[in-house]
């Protein structure tokens, strides 16, 4: 089941991405405008960008290696650590807990790995005791995300410690893609008592930075010292690692899109409670609503009318859901309208 990329109607709203629908900071632009003739010719250097990001993330450089988006940090993962520890014979297992991104089975399947998937508890509640029973001796990675995607869920304090401690030959990656809006993070001693945690992180979301494809994997330096050999020597381009550099110096504005998205999902809340609707607090970005039975007929209704939102109806506990991305106010308030005139139109 390769990753499908989901459909885009130009010129709509795209609220069916997590995107930061703002666009990335002016200072970003400025950046980029400064590009000379060389830095297009010249393969790019990465010494000086990975140690502002390692200051960003409050950890040492060598614990950071940057990514071409975060999704080659999940596919490098999985290689890393299912050819490396493969047992002859005996397929590989990769621990998907459910709902999840898409992109974790994806990767499996690249490494030929069998994707197991643990279903989801009422209400979504972390499946830890799922998660533990699922762990085989032939576990090589564990797809974890916190907040997840898409319920928006956190995973609770010490359950990352158990599992990585419950499969020590898995890598547990932690995919952090939405922790500039949770404020938490697993970055810190747990990477040094558990080496086989590794934390992914991107700025495709917070910072609007998802077309340049800028993402980091943090962990151990022994660690990454075994995955940096899998990842081409010059996979993030010039313009990428310039780009994320701006964006760095420009807290304010992630502070600010970080703050519209509290906002947004403020409103979605309280929309949902009027319309009866349920939902699930979320700690990231946006926020998984229960329409019912018409959630495929409503999100074609809203594309109708250039409004994207991500029908998720299909994903496992996930039955009459959509997903909305909660970001920029102003585009929040469009679709809930939009959403309104279909699943409850007002008669006169
Ligand atoms: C968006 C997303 C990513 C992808 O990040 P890129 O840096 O754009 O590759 C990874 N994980 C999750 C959970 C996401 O939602």
Redo the contacts with the bound molecule.
Sequence with gaps: MAYQRPEVTSGALRLH??ENTAGCSPAVLAALRDMTRADAAFYPEYGDITARTARWLGVEPERVLLTN????G?HLVAQWAVWHSAEHGAPAEVIVPEPA?E?YAACAEAVRATVVRVMPQPEFAFALDGILAAITSATRVIYL?DPN?PTGRPIPAGAIERIAMAAPRAIVLV?E??ADFSGRTAIGPLLDRTRNVII?R????GHGL?AL???ALVAHPDTLARIRPLQPPYSLNAWAITALGAALGDRAYVEWYVAQSAESRARVYAWADRLGLAYWPSEANFVLVRVGDRAIEAAAALAARGILVRDKSSAPGCAGCLRITSGVVEHTDRCLEALEEFLAPRTN
């Design positions: 991405f997590n988006g975060l999704d080659e999940l991104f992109m995300t995607n995919d893609a939405y992914g991107t700025f495709a979301k998802a494809r800028v993402g």
